[in-house]
């Protein structure tokens, strides 16, 4: 291992994933990156969910130019039409109802980012995800239990959420819930973080 570790940020206000990042048992810090995250014309959510995510990571780089900065960003994609947060009951009653019986593909993007090594890399996990033919009932007693509007496409897969699909297709286990650690491992070892130790 290296004398020097440089530190290691994830820019990100979300719960979830700094849950996730504690994972791999590294020290970090979390800032809270300062980003417009309003869709441009026409930008398909996987164009959003890179920008964003690379947008963030910069963002808190630029506070901490020797750290590495990680920078994550999730976008549902239904027929190419970003879903985002519902933020209420009834939003994500309706996000729901458009998504039962439907494939709705979260396009987790991830970043990283160090600025004075100049190092900046990026990548994508799409989550296929294939829900239920669902009734409303159901979708209300779920949103009751759960309260899921801080989540894009209104469901928690690492909870109750669950019981609303019928199949996930993906790569990397903890895209879905936010944040893909096989790819953040990758990512910030090649930025120069040891992740076991060498």
């Given amino acids: 291992m290296s004398d020097h570790v440089r530190p290691l940020i994830l820019g990100s206000t979300s719960r979830y994933r700094r849950e996730l990042m504690t994972r791999l048992n590294l020290p ?13 014309p026409g930008e398909t959510p996987e164009a959003l969910a890179r920008r ?10 630029r506070r901490h130019p020797e750290a590495v900065v990680i920078g994550s960003d999730q976008v549902a994609d239904l027929d190419g039409q970003p879903l985002g947060k519902p933020g209420n009951h009834e939003r994500a009653m309706a996000q729901l109802r458009r998504m039962s019986g439907r ?11 160090c600025l004075e090594t100049g190092f900046e890399a990026q990548d994508l996990a799409p989550v296929k995800v294939v829900f239920r033919d669902l009734s ?3 979708i209300d007693s779920y949103l009751r239990a759960e309260q899921p509007y801080d989540c894009a496409g209104s469901a928690k897969s690492e909870g109750l959420g669950i019981a609303l699909l019928e199949r ?14 096989i790819r953040t491992c990758r990512l ?4 120069g973080i ?3 130790g060498t």
Avoid: H, M, S, Y
């Fill in 28 to 40: 970090f810090d979390t800032d809270t990156p300062q980003v417009d995250e309003t869709p441009q």
């Fill in 168 to 181: 996930i297709d993906n790569d990397d286990p903890t895209a879905l819930v936010g944040l893909p650690l």
């Fill in 136 to 138: 409303d009932a159901e």
């Fill in 52 to 61: 964003l995510a690379l947008a963030k990571a910069r963002d808190v780089a």
């Fill in 188 to 191: 910030i070892r090649a930025a």
């Fill in 103 to 113: 494939t709705v593909i979260f396009q987790t993007a991830l970043a990283v980012v």
């Fill in 194 to 196: 040891p992740v076991l």
